[in-house]
Each structure stands twice: as structure tokens, then as C-alpha cells.
């Protein structure tokens, strides 16, 4: 299985294995390229250092998840581990004789190299979102925009990236979501600033579907949703974003 899982990590995060350790020549080490962390260390333990039955050399692959709970629900199943020599900070071990079958330890992996990867490839990594941003008419009409345009160019809010889909909240005299569009470029440069309003960036904007004044005004938002304020970019429960795709 470690040749295995070596091809895999080669292939999937192109991260080949170093050894660090003169004392354990087989002890292996993967890490980010950019910042350098470890998000997957293998070892070859005796047993009886795990607290195992079995005392002769097991191989292990030691990973970092994101939740203690997590941590705690695993290590009560058969082939998990707390971390071996680095217990700290939710490192578990992963017994890698088969007891834990090669599928259930791939998403795990994939979490562990989320948790330890910079923060600009994490942002990369996670998966698309959703968003509710406002939208002033008195200092853009984005009403008559999508009249005439399908895509637009927004102020760009911090940490959505292309792929995401944002609702368009249009303030007052309408207070109500009237545009659900996806993200289609981001980072675009731009710099504008004056009393009212700074821009440092801008993405594009696709116009998917449109809703009537009436259905998601802000009263409904408030009542239903619990969503008092729409003043900057906001995720959304997931309570409203089944309504706002049912409609």
C-alpha cells in the first residue's frame, strides 16, 4: 500500500517523498511546495509503540485534520490512531496494512493537504459558494445593466473566487434579491476610491436567473432566513439557498 499511496500523491499533488532522517532512512515526508509543510508523513513503528497487540513493524501514514471531533470519532475505529509523535494539533496515524481500505484514506489525505496548504491555495481548493452581496442603486444602476448585459464587471469581495455564485441584494427603495450570478473571472485589476466607495479589484459576473421584487425582499430575509443586514458579502444558510433555487 505505501507504493500505492506514493504513485497516488505523485500524480494527484505531484509531491514526491523526502527522507529526512539518517536514523530512519524509511520514514518519509510530503510537503507543499510553496510553503513547505509536511501534509503526510510515513513511518515504519513497532507496534508496541502504538499501543498495539501486534509488536512487530507496522507502516503508518500520519495526517492533520481540521476538527478535533473528527479526530476523536476516528481514533475509536479499527486502523486509527492518535498521532504518532505528533499528537498535537489533530495529527492522527493510519495503520496502512489494509485495515483501513485505500478508499476511505484518499479524502483524508485530500483534507489533510486543504488543512496544511497556504492560504492562497487553500482558497483555491475549497469548494465553490455561495454568496449574498448588496447592491446600492444610487450609486449603480445594476437593473438597467442586466437589461442590456448578461456579464458584468462587480467590485470584487474578499475571498470569492471564480466558480462561486453571489445573489444580488439591491438596497432600498427595492430591499429585496433580484440576480443570481455566477463568477466567472476574479482579480481583475482596477483601483478607484472616494469618499463613498474603494475598489482594489473587480470580478465578472454572469447573470444566471432573475427574481421577482416581491420574493426575497428583506422583511422575508429577516423573518425567514435571519438575515438582518446585507452591507458586504455574506455566505448564506443553507435554508435560504434552497428557496432562492426553488423559486
Excluded at 21 to 41: C, E, G, L, Q
Excluded at 43 to 70: D, R
Aim: hydrophobic share 40%; proline share 5%; charged share 30%.
Amino acid at each position: 500500500m505505501r507504493q500505492k499511496l506514493y504513485d497516488f500523491i505523485k500524480e494527484k499533488y505531484d509531491s514526491e517523498p523526502e527522507y529526512l532522517w539518517a536514523r530512519f532512512p524509511d520514514y518519509a515526508v510530503f510537503r507543499h511546495s510553496d510553503n513547505n509543510k509536511w501534509f503526510a508523513i510515513v513511518m515504519t513503528v513497532a507496534g508496541g509503540k502504538l499501543g498495539l497487540e501486534n509488536k512487530k513493524q507496522v507502516e503508518i501514514l500520519n495526517l492533520k485534520l481540521s476538527e478535533p471531533l473528527f479526530v476523536d470519532l476516528l481514533v475509536r475505529r479499527e486502523g486509527f490512531l492518535r498521532g504518532y509523535h505528533i499528537s498535537r494539533g489533530n495529527w492522527i496515524s493510519v495503520l496502512l496494512d489494509g485495515t483501513v481500505p485505500f478508499d476511505e484514506i484518499i479524502p483524508l489525505l485530500a483534507e489533510s493537504y486543504a488543512v496544511t496548504a497556504s492560504k492562497q491555495k487553500r482558497q483555491k481548493l475549497r469548494p465553490p459558494k455561495e454568496w449574498i452581496i448588496p447592491a446600492n442603486p444610487k450609486y449603480y444602476d445594476i437593473e438597467r445593466a442586466f437589461d442590456s448585459e448578461t456579464e458584468i464587471d462587480w467590485k470584487q469581495g474578499a475571498g470569492i473566487k471564480t466558480g462561486d455564485t453571489v445573489f444580488m441584494y439591491v438596497g432600498a427603495p427595492v430591499s429585496a434579491v433580484l440576480f443570481k450570478c455566477k463568477v466567472i473571472k476574479t482579480d481583475i485589476p482596477f483601483e478607484y476610491t472616494d469618499e463613498n466607495l474603494t475598489i482594489s479589484s473587480l470580478m465578472r459576473i454572469k447573470l444566471e436567473k432573475r427574481y421577482a421584487t416581491e420574493e426575497f425582499t428583506f422583511d422575508r430575509l429577516r423573518k425567514e432566513f435571519g438575515i438582518f443586514a446585507v452591507r458586504g458579502p455574506r455566505g448564506i444558510p443553507n435554508s435560504l439557498s434552497a428557496a432562492l433555487k426553488d423559486e
